[in-house]
């Protein structure tokens, strides 16, 4: 039920559930009523349960990052990512830096210390909250980032950027996620103005408005407190977006690295130049949205990379919606030229895409 998006169907089915149930199974279903809560965007319900299940075995570090995701869900973003990112997942992130035997930092003095920041799970994490590496004040800090993030990095920062192979030799390490829960990030101290800047690459003269868009999901994200593949509830198809190309005036440009074969197959090659040929990180990426005049997204990293260069930006978000998001508002504290167009039910694209059809022509020079 909870992968068809019936999610109070399915809070239904398992409260039946709860008295016959046998006492060392109480805690899973605790935390799936929690979760199924979460889906359906009420945070504080699934707080509840979450504690329950949390009472029934506190040795579950994802009942503790279910928690942690509620509060975040609630406002409550400095407790929650606490909870989340530097109390329940020290032990399941395989990073070279997590698994260096360096100490996590967990907002420890750090007056003459050196800090790794090391990078997070996905690209969109870092980039979305590597913002606070250049508000830690440190005796050092180092930025150990993959091949693909390196340039974009040290093009926002003053901070030696390293390999994130190592070897390493710090005080303490922590991610983007947990930096901000070890530094009490709140979300009134969010400033949603641009933190990533870039040269645009030269655009030939086509249409009145240039679009950028991305329409896909990397298929490495993995919602660590369920376990579930998160990859095609975020993504779309480029037939849902075929409304979109009809919107007179705009000039499309793939900014989804490797797929013109999918261009080709949907026929769309004529409405959408690739301009991800020859690109070899993220700073090339950035360099392509900063020739756009607007971008049309799925949820992904090149949404979070887009905000962080204060492009106008649309993203196309699924339901159920990330914690960062908070309900079902349009803007968001992260970025202050994004807004979102989210589905009014789970797999249903045509609200968002009537959203961003209207969106673009609102956008188009007279």
């Not at 996620?177 to 655009?203: Q, R």
């Not at 197959?265 to 070899?280: C, E, K, W």
């Amino acid at each position: 039920m909870l992968l068809l998006g019936r999610f109070h169907y399915a809070i239904k089915v398992m409260l039946r559930a709860e008295n016959g149930i046998p006492e060392q199974f109480r805690s899973t279903l605790y935390s799936h009523i929690g979760l199924a809560h979460y889906y359906a965007g009420r945070f504080a319900f699934a707080e509840t349960w979450y504690r329950k299940a949390y009472e029934a075995d506190p040795s579950r570090n994802e009942i503790v990052a279910g928690i942690g995701m509620c509060l975040m869900g609630q406002g409550k973003l400095a407790e929650g990512m606490y909870l989340y990112e530097c109390k329940a997942w020290i032990k399941h992130n395989v990073r070279p830096i997590v698994q260096s035997g360096i100490p996590r930092w967990m907002g420890e003095p750090l007056d003459g210390k050196h800090i790794i920041i090391g990078h997070d799970q996905g690209f969109g994490d870092t980039i979305h909250f590597i913002r606070y590496a250049n508000q830690l004040r440190a005796g050092k800090v180092s930025l150990a980032m993959p091949p693909a993030l390196v340039r974009l990095i040290g093009s926002m920062t003053d901070h030696p950027v390293i390999s994130e192979d190592g070897p390493f030799e710090a005080d303490y390490y922590a991610t983007p996620m947990s930096l901000m829960g070890a530094m009490g990030i709140e979300y009134k101290d969010v400033s949603g103005k641009p933190y990533i800047t870039a040269e645009p690459i030269k655009l030939p003269t086509r249409g009145k408005l240039k679009v950028g868009l991305a329409w896909s999901k990397g298929r490495i994200n993995v919602d660590r407190a369920t376990h579930l593949d998160v990859f095609h509830a975020h993504s779309l198809a480029l037939d849902d977006l075929c409304p979109l190309f009809a919107v007179p005036g705009t000039a499309w440009y793939s900014l989804q690295v490797g797929e013109s074969e999918e261009i080709a197959r949907a026929g769309l090659h004529g409405f959408i130049a690739d301009v991800t040929v020859g690109i070899d990180d993220w700073l090339d990426t950035a360099r392509c949205i900063a020739a756009m005049d607007v971008v049309v997204t799925a949820c992904t990293g090149t949404a979070h990379l887009a905000g962080a260069m204060g492009k106008p930006t649309l993203i196309l978000t699924p339901l159920p919606r990330c914690w960062r998001w908070l309900g079902r508002g349009e803007t968001t504290v992260w970025y202050d030229s994004v807004i979102q167009a989210t589905q009014a039910r789970p797999g249903d694209w045509s609200g968002p895409i009537e959203k961003a059809r209207q969106w673009l022509s609102a956008h188009i020079p007279n």
